[in-house]
């Protein structure tokens, strides 16, 4: 006879979870849903519907979704949407969305949604001219009908999303939306601390990087949301023995190795497209600038301090994770982003301030241990119990 004392084991659930790229070269969006399902698919069944899968995990079943036009965009997300809605009517005790559906008791945000980007601070007639923008554009009005109905009051429904920042937007927006926010930050899955130097010459090598001098690390598929205009100006000012790898989506390399080329900066950044193996990335580098100009948390920052990286970032009005940094202890913070001198002057300090690079590093190490996948994977265990759906 069982204690009724002792905790019954929580039943396994049966989960959908929707990722159109469920690729681990995509960005943080991909890594955060990919990292999740890693964590949880020995707790629960789980199932992926997504309509590119570069992925295997043990115990995770896959559902290749169709994909019957890839443009224009708003299009297939519509296809995506209605086709998975579909598929997880019944038969799943949660449906987990990261994409702009509007369906799933589950949704977490990744980026601003797109009514704030449209009209947060428009007056008047730029507010106007904004509401005749939507009305002549059916992507627009395609997307803004997705967010309304995603984050719509008086469902049964959890709305996560990734920084303190991005839950204010997501109110301002949606106010309805407010009692079912909740803050999950993105994890690290281990503490992997500082490259010894023959492991950073080894990384160099894999990469096709220079042996010597120090290398500046610039992670990012949207290279000019992400500040890679202004990191390429500041490098110009920053000695000769510095180098730049920047890692990322291969389409929009020949844009910028135009501007470095422009710049005099050929023989000195190094464009890696994208790549598998984030750990050899990161021990070939010195130090991250995330200079971005949008990001809802920048998974990157966090990644690259568990591996013992200093790192500068873009601040709270531009980065999600900065609101939890403190200048000078846990990373160099800027102000404006798009400052030229200022990205340069931190870099500066970072390359000749021992340290100052020794402190980031402790200090980013222990910030990272703070943030790991099991407790996100704790959090979100609560969140699925506490939306439970009929099993029909």
């Not at 120090?214 to 490098?235: H, P, V």
């Not at 000695?239 to 470095?260: E, H, R, T, W």
């Not at 999600?320 to 300090?349: C, F, Q, Y």
């Amino acid at each position: 006879m069982t204690d009724p004392a002792e905790p019954s084991t929580p039943r396994r659930l049966r989960i959908a979870v929707l990722n159109r790229n469920f690729s681990a070269t995509g960005g943080g969006a991909e890594r955060y849903s990919i990292a999740l399902v890693e964590l949880l698919a020995n707790r629960h069944d789980i199932h992926v519907f997504a309509q590119h899968i570069n992925h295997t995990w043990p115990g995770v079943t896959y559902h290749r979704v169709s994909q019957h036009v890839a443009r224009p965009r708003w299009l297939n997300q519509l296809w995506y949407a209605g086709a998975t809605w579909w598929a997880t009517r019944r038969g799943f005790d949660i449906v987990h969305s990261h994409e702009n559906t509007w369906h799933g008791n589950i949704q977490t945000m990744h980026v601003l949604p797109v009514k704030y980007n449209l009209f947060h601070d428009r007056q008047g007639m730029a507010y106007v001219w904004r509401w005749l923008k939507v009305a002549t554009s059916p992507r627009l009005m395609v997307y803004l009908w997705l967010e309304r109905q995603r984050l719509s009051a008086g469902k049964p429904r959890a709305i996560v999303v990734t920084s303190e920042s991005l839950k204010a937007q997501t109110a301002l927006a949606y106010p309805a939306s407010r009692q079912a926010l909740k803050v999950v930050t993105p994890g690290v899955d281990r503490i992997v601390g500082a490259a010894t130097a023959g492991k950073q010459l080894g990384a160099r090598q894999r990469l096709g990087l220079p042996a010597i001098g120090q290398c500046i690390l610039f992670i990012g598929n949207d290279y000019r949301k992400k500040g890679l205009t202004t990191l390429l100006a500041a490098m110009a000012q920053l000695p000769m023995d510095c180098f730049l790898a920047v890692v990322g989506n291969p389409k929009q390399i020949p844009s910028f190795k135009a501007q470095a080329e422009a710049t005099g900066l050929t023989n000195r950044v190094f464009f890696l497209g994208a790549q598998k193996r984030m750990d050899v990335v990161y021990s070939a580098a010195n130090f991250l600038v995330h200079p971005t100009l949008e990001d809802t948390f920048a998974m990157v920052v966090l990644e690259a301090m568990a591996h013992g990286l200093p790192v500068i970032v873009s601040g709270p009005t531009y980065c999600g994770i900065s609101s939890l940094l403190t200048h000078d202890v846990t990373a160099l913070i800027l102000d404006d982003p798009t400052k030229i001198p200022e990205l340069a002057n931190a870099m500066g300090r970072m390359l000749r301030d021992a340290a100052l690079r020794d402190r980031l590093i402790e200090s980013g190490l222990a910030f990272a241990n703070e943030h790991s996948w099991t407790a996100v994977g704790d959090d979100y265990d609560g969140i699925y119990r506490s939306v439970l759906r009929p099993n029909t």
